[in-house]
């Protein structure tokens, strides 16, 4: 498994990606950038919930980055997952598609966490 995604140079972020290396998990396309790490606070009640976000170095993260790591990214796996899409502003665009379609070209299902219950 690997992580593909964007970290800002602080505390948060060092231990983050600290503890998913600790766990296996290949943190060579992390890339660091200055600012906050983005979080996200969940508040939650005994009906509902609510979020409070940072997006930090998440505004980072674009379809760019993930076409880059495409050919290394599948060698290690089959299955893609995008988890924080609301919290990824440069996603959020036409561009996102084509580098989707390209990861099914190459085989790789995908997955989206779309951040809500239903």
């Given at each position: 498994?690997?992580?593909?995604?964007?970290?800002?140079?602080d505390?948060?972020?060092?231990?983050?990606?600290?503890?998913?290396?600790?766990?296996?998990?290949?943190?060579?396309?992390?890339?660091?950038?200055?600012?906050?790490?983005?979080?996200?606070?969940?508040?939650?009640?005994?009906?509902?919930?609510?979020?409070?976000?940072?997006?930090?170095?998440?505004?980072?993260?674009?379809?760019?980055?993930?076409?880059?790591?495409?050919p290394?990214?599948?060698?290690?796996?089959?299955?893609?997952?995008?988890?924080?899409?609301?919290?990824?502003?440069?996603?959020?665009?036409?561009?996102?598609?084509?580098?989707?379609?390209?990861?099914?070209?190459?085989?790789?299902?995908?997955?989206?966490?779309?951040?809500?219950?239903?």
């Amino acid at each position: 498994m690997s992580y593909v995604c964007c970290v800002g140079k602080d505390k948060f972020g060092t231990l983050q990606v600290e503890k998913a290396a600790g766990d296996g998990v290949d943190c060579s396309r992390i890339q660091h950038r200055d600012g906050p790490t983005g979080t996200c606070i969940v508040l939650s009640g005994p009906t509902d919930r609510a979020f409070v976000s940072c997006l930090g170095a998440n505004r980072y993260l674009t379809p760019e980055l993930l076409r880059s790591v495409l050919p290394t990214t599948l060698a290690r796996g089959s299955h893609v997952h995008f988890g924080g899409y609301f919290t990824t502003p440069e996603l959020h665009t036409d561009e996102l598609a084509d580098v989707l379609k390209a990861f099914r070209a190459q085989g790789a299902t995908i997955s989206l966490d779309p951040q809500c219950v239903l």
